[in-house]
């Protein structure tokens, strides 16, 4: 289960964390990723954070402004994308996305046909 929150309107330059809260896991590695979608367009990937808690991937969307992180509660695991300097163009759904895997990676995957479960999505709106 993937439950995404924190979307909503900010003002341009202002900071914004988006949490994704996944449990239900049923291999023992996984990645979770965020993901963003403009209107008429297809989803593309922002950041990335795998299990093991060390290899992160932040996509040109994201790179210097975007801090990904993760943080374990019994069988949930949360993972926040705090964004820095919010843009207009940054206005999208961003959705959270899981990979689940058999062995640890230390290059993860930012397609989005890779992810095999996807949260509900939360609009982010940015006012200049």
């Known amino acids: 289960q993937l439950q995404a929150s924190g979307g909503g309107l900010v003002q341009a330059g202002e900071s914004l964390t988006l949490s994704c809260a996944a449990s239900?896991?049923?291999?023992?590695?996984?990645?979770i990723g965020w993901f963003r979608q403009f209107p008429g367009q297809e989803r593309k990937g922002v950041a990335f954070?795998?299990?093991?808690?060390?290899?992160?991937?932040?996509t040109d969307a994201a790179q210097g402004r975007a801090t990904i992180s993760m943080s374990r509660d019994n069988a949930k695991t949360t993972v926040d994308l705090k964004m820095n300097n919010m843009k207009p163009e940054d206005t999208a759904v961003y959705y959270c996305?899981?990979?689940?895997?058999?062995?640890?990676?230390?290059?993860?995957?930012?397609?989005?046909?890779?992810?095999?479960?996807w949260g509900q999505g939360t609009l982010v709106t940015v006012s200049s």
């Open positions: 996305a899981v990979e689940e895997l058999n062995w640890p990676l230390t290059v993860l995957a930012t397609a989005p046909g890779m992810y095999e479960w």
């Open positions: 954070i795998h299990s093991t808690n060390v290899t992160t991937y932040y």
């Open positions: 239900g896991f049923t291999k023992p590695y996984y990645t």
